[in-house]
């Protein structure tokens, strides 16, 4: 047993020798950043830059809806309408979603938050929301 401890004891010891004659790891040249000109030198928050965070949320709409029938999702207009959440039906189908939709207008989309949309859920059993780019949505008013 003596025998076989020294004999790994002695093939640890060359297994470290020979890991240790491998390439050394070599220091990386890093360039500052004041070298690279150009408009990636400035970093700017968007308040910085003058450029207001809700004007880029109008091109954004919530819709709500999904795989339902028209009198399902009529029901659901009339439950977010007693909500004071105003809604606009959207015609014709929607990119990358399937199924009846109604948008929900910029003003109203504070009341409809993830606590409301949870009971909402409760109620209708296929409803699921989005938030898709405005531009393009044909709504019935």
Known sequence: MRW???LLLI???VYYVWNQQEAPLKVKDVTPLSLYKGSQQDIRLLREAGVAAPDRRREECLIVGGA???E???SLRQRLTSLDIATAPVRGQVAGAQGRWLKVEPESER???PAALDALSNDFKDLKHQ???CQGIATGE
């Open 131 to 133: 938030i898709i780019f």
């Open 11 to 13: 093939l640890n010891g």
């Open 68 to 70: 339902m029938t028209t």
């Open 111 to 113: 009341l409809l938050d």
């Open 72 to 74: 399902v999702l009529e």
């Open 4 to 6: 076989l401890f020294l």
